[in-house]
């Protein structure tokens, strides 16, 4: 009678232990994945606001370039910056990033503009 206990109980746990094994593995992917996640979205974030500031820059610093002259400043402000936190950028993505805060200056700056003024 014993042996049949134990031998139940050996088969029980051969089967148990390989299913608890994969959720254990399931759950540690799921929590390694959602990490990496996080990760990526801080980088996405830091990316975009020193994009941000070197719009701002650029165009504090030197108001007499225009366009493309503008363009490559801010590329290369954002560039050293970019490289001295440890992110990597294409150059796509540099161009992207400062279109973007550029357009959002000038969305913010149009929404200033649009808002009624108090009459003297």
Known sequence: ????????????????????????VEVIRRYMGLQKMEQI??????????????????EQAYKDLHGEDKYKQAATWL???????????????IRGLIEAALRQLKDELLIEWQKPRPVD
């Open 79 to 93: 560039t050293e910056q970019i490289n001295r936190y440890g992110f990597t950028i294409s150059e796509a993505e």
């Open 41 to 58: 979205d801080r980088a996405i974030s830091s990316k975009k606001e020193l994009a941000l500031i070197a719009v701002r820059f650029v």
């Open 1 to 24: 009678m014993d042996t049949v206990l134990i031998d139940l109980a050996y088969n029980f746990l051969a089967l148990v232990i390989p299913v608890i094994a994969v959720m254990a």
